[in-house]
């Protein structure tokens, strides 16, 4: 058993606005050959999500911020290189929340570690994605959260990400149309391929009115559910859509993400009185007990065909940040992974 | 049987902003003697509520919007004075939608007419209070859309209206803390008579700042539930106090009401999805069922004095217009009235 050698991303400043390459520092550091209870774990695949925005912030949140000069948290999966742990052998495939570093060590709890299937025919990178936390967001968000039925017309933003490539396929399983909402042609050109009914290109939207003017052109009834996750001018647009006794699922809100100023929320809140609406924000791990039917199903859906997933891979571990900044323009079509191995 | 000349308020302009005088033109109408199946109805109370600026609006919504020229509609409760239907007697006293007018002729259906109870021992103008449809939105506001349990925190804004005011005895019943917002010291008494554990009063703070200030220091420990009768800063200040999983009935955003262009909405929705708040909007008539359990539980409640109402009356078909609009400079300490009989 020897040590490895491990190239670590730590947070150098804290972002204003837009995060820059300046505020992120490569340390290297080294996975020490594993004590009694720990596994060595070299890392394949590391996961971005925009989630991590809001840890580089200095606030009370629902997970501790990351720490200036620290090296930072995230999915990652990979294999166990050696170890101490009697549940633990070599060649384990585990998913923990180790990431932005190329291997490490420690007791399996402590980073979060859970093995993982070595037969599910799924490629090891789904665990981060479809069948991993991102997955998951989709399944419960839409299912419990929105509280999705059968004939449901379900507007998804930002349709073409990770979670929301999920949503519309969920949702369309589910017997609903579906709008969604992705910023560029070949976006739009993905939704649809997941089959979305429609699907509405931000980016040609110059204004509010255009959105809202694309959107309704794409539900001219409305919609019974929103799933968000862009928040401002979607939210907006949702509300207005909105059908009486609409549920919204609020996920995420990503264009809200790097604002320095708290930007207005939307001008029609008071509609959530008269229609009688329903938004509830969520996180994941509140609905960690769905896991397991969420695995079956997805497991199913895949196997069949009627799941499908796409990735938007960066090579190396240099590519971290950069890989990271890309959630905020809209580069990944799918999951935003980084390959490691 | 003979007939009744009736004074009526109709709406002479749609108003801009806050309604004006001149926006209301009073008619003189007549009730017919019955013919068969109808009522006469001599009204002894009307209600003014804000939910009727809404409908003052040529707009969609969940009410059709009042005509020009047209005698408006609302609560008012009033005696048979002659009676084509073989369900009500002269001297019976009914619930009806035709306010805004002191003497009507209908069948009961077509006026929404309700028999009310005789022998109840509330005085005639409780049931467009406490035991009428703002009574009800406040129990099935809190009890259900909120879904209140014993030992929340309740934020309760417009405490001293005829909703907040039941909202903060209701929650008080069911051993809650509650603080309350409201319009001056006078109110702020009313409101910690009720057994609010706090009031602040919105008028002394000269901005928003002032406004969380005052109710963090009250709620230091933030809140579980926000009832929202008013909007604007008091939900943005809510969802800046709400715990995570606090759960929002929206119920009024009477703030907002005469706004003439789309108010900005909450500055930091975000914290939605990192709290998992639950904000839904409701409107009493969706909670109809529960009806029965709402006059047993409110009758025995009174009838024990532990639920206390005040009224504002306004004496006169002529005052109708002055009452409304004192709804939007807060002029009423409880359920706005008008005296008819």
């Known amino acids: 058993m020897t040590s490895l050698t491990s190239r670590e991303w730590a947070l150098a400043a804290r972002p204003v606005g837009m995060p820059k390459a300046a505020d992120f520092q490569m340390l290297t550091g080294e996975a020490a050959a594993p004590a009694d209870g720990e596994i060595q774990v070299r890392n394949s695949w590391m996961s971005v999500d925009p989630y991590m925005r809001g840890r580089m912030m200095d606030r009370e949140s629902y997970v501790p911020p990351f720490q200036i000069g620290e090296v930072m948290q995230g999915g990652a999966v990979g294999r166990v290189t050696a170890s101490g742990h009697p549940d633990y052998a070599v060649g384990d495939l585990v998913s923990s929340m180790a990431g932005w570093r190329e291997a490490w060590t420690a007791p399996p709890d402590m980073a979060m570690a859970q093995k993982l299937p070595g037969d599910s025919g799924l490629p090891d990178s789904a665990f ?72 509405v290109d931000y980016r040609q939207a110059t204004n509010y009115s255009d959105l809202l003017g694309a959107l309704q052109a794409a539900a001219p009834k409305g919609v019974d559910v929103y799933f968000d996750n862009v928040g401002g001018d979607h939210l907006q647009a949702a509300i207005e859509l909105a059908k009486p006794f609409a549920r919204m699922a609020i996920c995420g809100m990503i264009s809200q993400y790097n604002n320095t100023d708290a930007a207005p929320g939307p001008n029609n809140v008071i509609q959530i009185v008269g229609k009688q609406l329903q938004l509830r924000g969520f996180i994941v791990s509140s609905h960690a007990d769905m896991q397991p039917a969420f695995i079956k199903d997805m497991a199913t859906w895949i196997a069949s065909g009627q799941m499908k997933f796409e990735e938007t891979v960066m090579d190396g571990i240099a590519e971290a940040p950069t890989a990271f900044m890309g959630l905020f323009s809209g580069a990944n079509r799918g999951k935003m992974l980084v390959k490691l191995g």
Chains 1, 2 share one sequence.
């Open 128 to 199: 981060l994605g479809i069948a991993g936390m991102p997955g998951l967001t989709a399944y419960a968000g839409i299912l419990r959260v929105a509280e999705l039925k059968e004939g449901d017309t379900v507007f998804v933003s930002g349709a073409a990400g990770a979670v929301g490539s999920a949503v519309v396929q969920i949702a369309k399983l589910k017997g609903c149309t579906v709008i969604g909402s992705a910023g560029g042609a070949e976006k739009v050109a993905f939704v649809e391929s997941l089959g979305a009914d429609a699907c």
